[in-house]
């Protein structure tokens, strides 16, 4: 049976698809190349471990909304799970490096947008943990099938800066904001009733009445 070890080389923005998505090189290392690869059915748990890097003033404003406040970061800064993710990789025998797209999402509901978006510069320690079904051939040229052992790991330091290049290719100088139904029928209406022609300028317009209404509680 094939021994399998995983490497996650670099990270990069895929262009051109329908939502954003990070292309993860990963190499895939046959500890025992006499048995051919036929092919390698993977799923991967990502993991953003995020108590393994340190965090600015600047960072901890940012992330407020996801840890409370920096006091409390010593109970609140746990290992986050990320995504899932799967990709099949094509026959091999010594080695093997294919790419593991990553689809992402901009919805700031999720924890993991509320965090890359937090952060300005570094990296984010990820953890791939993986899982699946490795297809060979043995001495004899018989066709196999194998379980991959829940122990396979791999490790990378994911620089912030790529997420934010991916951002800024799918959308340029814009955020998503979901919102109930009903609030958002609530604020079309205030938008039509006064005429305002775009979102920007009808939040630009009730953001000064919101200032004031918090200045009054000071």
């Not at 791999?154 to 919102?179: G, Q, T």
Request: aromatic residues 12%; glycine residues 4%.
């Amino acid at each position: 049976m094939p021994d399998l070890s995983f490497e996650i080389e670099k990270a990069e923005p895929q262009r051109f698809t329908v939502a954003p998505t990070l292309l993860f090189k990963l190499r895939i290392n046959n500890l025992l190349p006499h048995e051919t690869v036929h092919s390698v059915a993977l799923r991967c748990q990502i993991q953003l471990e995020v108590a393994r890097r340190q965090y600015n003033s600047d960072d901890q404003e940012h992330l407020r909304d996801l840890f409370g406040e920096p006091e409390r970061w010593g109970q609140t800064l746990k290992t986050m799970l990320w995504t899932h993710a799967s990709v099949v990789a094509p026959a091999f025998r010594d080695t093997a490096v294919i790419d593991l797209p990553v689809p992402c999402t901009f919805d700031f509901n999720v924890a993991a947008t509320k965090y890359f978006h937090g952060l300005a510069e570094g990296d984010v320690p990820l953890a791939f943990l993986f899982s699946g079904t490795v297809f060979y051939a043995d001495a004899n040229e018989a066709l196999q099938v194998a379980p991959i052992p829940w122990d396979k790991e791999a490790r990378f330091r994911l620089p912030v800066k790529a997420w934010h290049e991916m951002m800024d290719i799918y959308y340029p100088n814009s955020a998503w904001l979901c919102l109930r139904r009903d609030v958002f029928e609530q604020l079309y209406q205030y938008k039509v009733a006064r005429g305002i022609p775009t979102w920007e300028q009808m939040l630009e317009s009730i953001l000064p009445t919101l200032e004031e209404a918090e200045a009054g509680k000071r």
